[in-house]
C-alpha cells in the first residue's frame, strides 16, 4: 500500500483528513499527519517530519500531501524527500485529493496515483455558479 504522510500548517491536515475519512472511511494503516505550529523550532518541525518518514517508508511508495508551495512543510520535506525513491512532494492539498489518495493508494500503482492526485486536486478548483447561467 502507498503510505501517505500530511505536514501542514496548525491543525489543517488533521481536520483535512477528519473530514475525508468521514467521506471515505477511516484509513487505518499507512496514514500519518504532522502539524506545525509557529511555537515550533525548524529543528522540531524537521525531527517531527523524518520520524514520520521513517515510520511511513515502504516499497510501495510514499506521497507527502502539503498545505502550501514554498511554505515551511516543503522547504523541510523536499531535503528528507529527495533520495526517498517512490516518493512524491504534493503542495496545495484539498478534499477532492485526500478523498482520493485514501480511495485508490491500495488499487493504483504509485506513479498512477500521483497523477489522480494531482488530477482531482486541479478539478477541484472551479468556479461554479457560473454553470447555472449556461442554457
Do not use: W
Request: hydrophobic letters at 45%.
Amino acid at each position: 500500500m502507498i503510505n501517505l504522510i500530511v505536514i501542514t500548517h496548525g491543525e489543517f491536515g488533521a481536520y483535512l483528513i477528519e473530514a475525508a475519512e468521514g467521506i471515505v472511511g477511516v484509513q487505518a494503516a499507512g496514514l500519518k499527519n504532522v502539524s506545525i505550529s509557529p511555537r515550533m523550532t525548524l529543528e522540531r518541525v524537521t525531527e517531527c517530519a523524518a520520524k514520520a518518514i521513517e515510520e511511513m517508508r515502504s516499497d510501495d511508495g510514499l506521497v507527502f500531501l502539503l498545505d502550501m508551495p514554498g511554505g515551511t512543510p516543503m522547504n523541510v520535506v523536499l531535503p528528507l524527500a529527495k533520495d526517498i525513491d517512490k516518493c512524491a512532494v504534493i503542495c496545495g492539498v484539498n478534499i477532492n485529493m485526500m478523498t482520493s489518495a485514501f480511495a485508490y493508494r491500495q488499487s493504483l500503482d504509485f506513479d498512477r496515483l500521483t497523477a489522480k492526485i494531482l488530477e482531482d486536486g486541479r478539478k477541484a478548483i472551479c468556479e461554479v455558479k457560473s454553470l447555472l447561467l449556461k442554457k
